[in-house]
């Protein structure tokens, strides 16, 4: 498996391939960092699944520490949540640690286009982003949440932005993971990642969003900020979790903001207030 971008060019726009100047295809390896993105490829073949996120984490020099892991039940059916600040460490942290907890038997609601990425398709569990799932996806993803494997999820869907006083923060978190919860009847452990990316990615969001563009330019930059992070410890607070009998099916959206509000009381600082 090898990134192409000129190649993923032509395949895409092949009516206008010929006139894309290949300086513009050039600066788009360069931002997405097409020549480290294959080396991680490279050691992740022959891996599988949680192998392969542990061999990605070892090729940047990524730890995580985890506070308060025996909160984490060792039996029982669960929904893992977690706010999602990075868009792409943090992801590979999870499936590792709690991969390793749970023998390999996770799977990781992820967008559809992340199962380019063969590797981690043994975890990974595609969801339409930017489009109504068809019903043979909605089957397989209701199947999986009756079925014995731990459930992990970003409700905000994408990576947290800036908001207006500067503090990083999800963007709303979407009502499915109540519905599932409760259809599954499945508690759920809430988990705060600690960690951001650069300034220039959220100024990026704020400019295209100022702009009304609604395509996410900002995502081109993932890569860089994966890069940028290399070397780095992350720390992960895990909490207690919350039964599925406690959640409102009557007002999902409320409980989903009630959740996202319990994830980040786990925040280091705000852990420290309590005490």
Known sequence: MVIDVDELVRQRLPRYYRFIPRWLTRWLERIIHQRELNEILQRMCGKDGVGAAHEALDYLDITTEVKHADRIPTEGRFIFVSNHPLGGLDGLSL??????????????????????????QPVFLPVNKYGRQSRGRAAEIEAEYQGQKQMITFPAGLCSRMGKNGEIHDLQWQKFVVMHAIRSQ???????FDGENSRFFYRMARWRKRLGMKFNLEMILLPGEMFKSRGKRFRVVVGKPIAWQSLDASHPMEEAQRLADICY??????????L
């Open 265 to 274: 009381a786990l925040k280091p600082e705000n852990e420290n207030k309590k």
């Open 186 to 192: 499945r508690d759920i452990v809430p988990m705060y």
């Open 95 to 120: 499936i590792a640690f709690l991969g390793g907890r749970y023998k390999g038997a996770i799977r990781f609601l992820v967008n559809d286009l992340l199962m380019a990425v063969k590797p981690l």
